[in-house]
């Protein structure tokens, strides 16, 4: 009873963190395009993008040579490939899922950036960053608040709400509600989620400790003492128990409301069709459906649009 009581807590309580964690969006950075400046100004700095990129460890950056290797494979040249063509025509090659071209210019002594975001399964360019550089001296600095704001603007786009980020969410509660954008609802099962876990917990403590204290009576403890601890560690144990029962009552609750009410504030607000299975989006890789037509459905990838 002890033992399946303290492991009820347990599961419970890591119900409550974030159970999975999103698949990293695959980018790639071809070569920026030279206007007016040196190729090797360009390489820098395409170089300097790249390694931004990696440094806030939020993306998969497919490396320059991987992406030569594979071009090589196919009988093409990364060189040159400027163009949202070309990009996502070597974005399917290296199974990445945006593509960040460019072009470096000066105007003076400053060098200016260019940054356009082309998503390969659109095929067309969703985004463009500009920096400028009064010189080459604060290249660094520049080409920093470049990625910054591209990562930015990269997250913003990942988003995009689905179905299945939004069922997902429902395992641990509050979030699928904080997710449909009803704070309310999100404050008030994650927090008596919280609470229920947490006077569980001190429950069992009560019972561990009322029990221990009835079986650690030395011999010739009279009877009524015996009757007493007995029935304090019984009585700990139902209140364990029950606690417990909470625990659970709150987490059913918590899919009651994803499955039947919130549901639809969160479709609504994401501009979902409502009459699509939900289950379609969790056994398949992925779905979203355009607002123009409930029939036409667009796959994207669930792991970086959770």
């Known amino acids: 009873m002890r033992k399946i009581i303290g492991l009820t807590i347990v599961i ?12 990293k969006m695959r980018i790639a950075v071809l070569e920026f395009k030279a206007e007016g400046v040196s190729k090797k ?89 500009k920096e400028t550089a009064p010189s080459e001296y604060e290249l660094s600095k520049a080409v920093n608040n470049l990625t910054e704001r591209l990562s930015a603007t990269i997250e913003e786009a990942m988003a995009v709400k689905v179905p299945g980020g939004y069922y997902l969410r429902g395992f641990v509660p509050g979030w699928g509600q904080f997710y449909a954008g009803n704070d309310t609802k999100g404050y008030i099962y994650s927090g008596g989620f919280a609470a229920a876990v947490l006077l569980a917990a001190l429950a069992q403590w009560n019972y561990n400790s009322k029990q221990s204290e009835y079986e650690d009576l030395p011999r010739g403890t009279s009877q009524s ?55 379609a989006c969790i056994m398949t890789e992925s779905c979203r459906y355009d607002n123009s037509s409930s029939e036409q459905m667009i796959k994207i990838n669930l792991g970086y649009r959770f």
């Open 12 to 23: 419970s309580a890591l119900l409550a963190m974030p159970a999975f964690s999103a698949e």
């Open 41 to 129: 100004t360009v390489r820098v700095i395409s170089n300097m993008v790249r390694t931004d990129l990696v440094k806030m460890d939020k993306f998969i950056v497919v490396e320059r040579t991987q992406m030569d290797a594979i071009m090589q494979e196919q009988g093409l040249q990364l060189s040159g490939c400027t163009d949202e063509s070309c990009a996502v025509q070597v974005g399917r090659l290296v199974s990445a899922n945006k593509i960040l071209i460019g072009e470096v210019g000066s105007m003076g002594k400053a060098i200016v950036i260019t940054v356009r975001i082309v998503d390969v399964e659109k095929g067309i360019s969703d985004f463009a960053e």
């Open 225 to 279: 003492t015996f009757d007493s601890k007995y029935d304090a560690a019984k009585q700990a144990g139902f209140i364990a128990s029950v606690t417990v029962g909470i625990v659970g009552a709150v987490y059913i609750a918590n899919w009651v409301d994803i499955l039947f009410f919130t549901r639809d504030i969160y479709y609504k607000e994401a501009g979902l069709d409502q009459q699509t299975g939900w289950y």
